[in-house]
């Protein structure tokens, strides 16, 4: 073969090779989704919140020192339970005992000064019974005796302030209860009255929740509402005992407190659902979607309508009035009996071909010689997964 043959071929696969790069390659079929979709129907306005609550006492008090100085000893920890008269903390009485010490010699000195005061008067009074001294004389004596009388009542008042002064320096619990916060350390020094210990009282407890500006109005004190632990299955019956008459300036809700029953146990600071009764706002039907039914079209908001002929969506813009729970209240743009997609709905196109999901069934293949994959556009239910098709992989859109 001669060199001219060699270096034709070679040219012509190489052209050969950059016609066939230069081809658009053939456009893939849009796959066929299967959908979730609900049937749209008329429903009243009521609903029935749930919200998230802590248990908490009745009566949770932050104790502190009625005098400052230097904490020396810490007794409880956190969690502990006390009861009423145990020692929790202990500052160092020394300065205080000093001025116990200082006004109990004040005392004594003014139990001398009244003694004498008194012999005076005495021996003043028997020397005017016998015209020895004036009146006048017996008066002033008379008006000493008085002052030292007075001083020694000052001096017994001062020394037993004092002593209650000393004895501040051990703080108690006043009632029996649980420590649920530890707010100072040994060797900090602390002033009159602020918090070292925080205990929550035995007896009654409430479940402490928040609310929504919205839902504020609903929430009437004295309703019923039920109580149900995370950690188990019970439920209690509780009673709305307050309702706050402004909002938190952070969070902007409404704290609510819910009353239990003293036969209740629930554990202190134990997380749990508050079931709030559902409430009727309104005689007429209105039409209600899951949020999640929802797609945003430009500046307005719209739904996936199934074109149940043709297996195809179509966008149709809707109006939306109010919300109720988790759901949204239409005030235009749906008809009764229209199938509208639930979940997915960000996956699909204008004229796209669908499928109704319908549990474990299989999803039957569109084409064989098909590459795209076939891809369900829900959330699955616990238990449901969807089978693959037959040529493709589905994958799970959620």
């Known amino acids: 073969m001669s060199i001219n043959s060699i270096q034709f071929r070679a040219t012509l696969i190489a052209a050969v090779l950059l016609l066939a790069a230069c081809s658009r390659p053939a456009p893939t079929e849009e796959p066929i989704r299967a959908v979730k979709v609900v049937t749209v129907g008329l429903a009243r306005m009521d609903s ?36 009423a008269g145990q020692v929790l903390a202990q500052l160092d009485p020394l300065d205080y005992q000093l001025a116990a010490q200082a006004a109990r010699a004040q005392v004594a000195a003014a139990v001398s000064s009244h003694e004498l005061a008194a012999s005076d008067f005495k021996r003043y009074q028997d020397l005017r019974e016998r ?10 004596r008379e008006a000493s005796l008085k002052a030292a009388q007075a001083q020694l009542a000052q001096a017994r008042a001062q020394s037993s302030g004092q002593g209650n002064q000393a004895s501040y320096t051990t703080l108690v619990a006043d009632v029996a209860g649980v420590v649920t916060a530890v707010e100072a350390e040994p060797g900090q020094v602390v002033a009159a009255g602020a918090p070292v210990v925080r205990v929550a009282q035995d007896g009654p407890r409430d479940v402490v929740f928040a609310v929504p500006e919205d839902q504020v109005a609903l929430i009437k004190t004295g309703a019923a509402v039920v109580v149900r632990g995370w950690s188990g299955a019970a439920s209690f019956n509780g009673v709305v005992r307050e309702v706050a008459a402004s909002a938190d300036p952070v969070t902007r809700t409404f704290g609510v407190k819910v009353a239990l029953g003293v036969q209740d146990t629930l554990a202190l600071g134990s997380t749990v659902t508050v079931l709030l009764p559902s409430v009727d706002r309104g005689a007429a039907p209105v039409i209600k979607l899951p949020t999640s039914a929802l797609r945003q079209d430009g500046k307005s908001q719209a739904v996936w309508v199934l074109d149940k002929p043709g297996m195809t969506v179509r966008l149709q813009p809707v109006q939306i009035a109010t919300v109720d729970g988790n759901e949204v209240v239409l005030a235009g743009g749906l008809q009764p009996g229209m ?5 997915g709905v960000h996956v699909l196109s204008p004229g796209q071909k669908v499928t109704i999901y319908k549990g474990n069934e299989a999803l039957a293949p569109v084409n064989t010689t098909q590459s795209a994959t076939n891809s369900v556009a829900i959330s699955a239910s616990p238990g449901a997964t969807p089978a693959p098709a037959a040529s493709a992989a589905s994958a799970v859109a959620k």
């Open 339 to 343: 199938q509208v997609v639930v979940a």
């Open 131 to 140: 015209n020895f001294i004036s009146a006048a004389e017996l008066e002033r």
């Open 48 to 83: 029935g919140a749930e919200f998230a609550g802590e248990v908490r006492a009745r009566v949770e008090s932050r104790l502190g020192f009625r005098v400052g100085g230097k904490i020396v000893r810490r007794q409880v920890e956190l969690g502990q339970r006390v009861k």
